[in-house]
């Protein structure tokens, strides 16, 4: 009777109420479920997978540069830094004339090839759609921070303390600071003009367990290379070691410009399994012959 009264007033039968209950869990569940699966897609994508702990990281990925501030021949901080900037401005009396434009206290500075490496880092964190939630750090007032993922250019102070608190670290630095050599390779490469070198290093801290990209020359074209070398292999590289850390050593010239390199070592071996995935890169990559020797 009730039934009969339900479904007189709401036009719906029992078996369409059946399906409408159905439906409403039903299709829910498969949106649910679809948008899961294209999460997972997505992560599992070369380069989501190599930068995956800067995608999703929640902090602040911070990266490291020289900071330079100007000092006295004594090597003493100038109280009152002045820098100049020359530009052209032709005069009837001298065409070759440049003017000079003062600045006073804009520490700190860093080098052109510094900047043009970040550049390459910020290019790089656009393509996984990471817009915001970076930024340049300070080296004293973020110098302990070991729990946000990080980007270190050139062999600045805080390299140096990452080489001691990350693991693994693949390459070694000749005791002059002018040659580089890699994990698996008799392989060293030094800075006699005009050569240059440099390594690109994923690692992770030992202690919280986040990424840390190392990318340094021996020299300023080095260092302004290993941006390049990064930003233009990512996917490479994604392919090749997922998120597993890896190190890179290549060479470049001076006279040639950043644009030039040329991978002479990586380490370690990819596994086998990545074949499977990208037989095409694989192959590639294994007929470049720069894998362990030893």
Request: aromatic letters at 14%; a positive charge; one cysteine or more.
């Amino acid at each position: 009777m009730i039934q009969e009264i339900f479904d007189f007033f709401t036009g719906i039968t029992k078996n369409s109420w059946r399906d409408v209950v159905i439906s409403s869990m039903l299709i829910p569940l498969v949106f649910y479920l679809f948008t899961k699966l294209c999460t997972w897609l997505k992560s599992i994508l070369p380069l989501n997978l190599v930068l995956a702990g800067f995608r999703k990281s929640k902090k602040d990925i911070l990266i490291f540069l020289s900071q330079l501030s100007a000092a006295s021949n004594q090597s003493q901080l100038t109280p009152n830094q002045l820098y100049v900037c020359q530009f052209p401005q032709p005069q009837p009396q001298n065409q070759t004339y440049l003017e000079s434009r003062p600045y006073h206290n804009i520490d700190p500075l860093w080098s052109q090839a510094d900047g043009q490496c970040a550049a390459e880092v910020y290019n790089l964190l656009g393509q996984i759609n990471k817009h915001k939630g970076f930024r340049i750090a300070n080296l004293q007032r973020d110098w302990t921070e070991h729990f946000s993922p990080i980007f270190s250019i050139g062999f600045n102070p805080k390299t140096n303390d990452l080489m001691n608190y990350c693991s693994p670290i693949n390459f070694q630095l000749g005791t002059n600071c002018d040659e580089l050599s890699i994990t698996g390779h008799n392989l060293v490469l030094g800075d006699t003009y005009p050569s240059d070198a440099g390594i690109l290093q994923k690692t992770y801290m030992s202690n919280s367990k986040l990424p840390v990209f190392i990318l340094a020359g021996i020299g300023t074209t080095g260092t302004e290379t290993s941006g390049k070398v990064l930003n233009e292999n990512c996917i490479s590289f994604g392919k090749l070691y997922g998120s597993r850390s890896f190190c890179v050593l290549f060479k470049t010239d001076i006279t040639r410009g950043s644009n030039y390199y040329e991978i002479m070592g990586v380490y370690p071996k990819p596994k086998l399994y990545r074949a499977l995935w990208y037989p095409i890169t694989f192959i590639k990559w294994h007929n470049k012959k720069i894998y362990p020797t030893n």
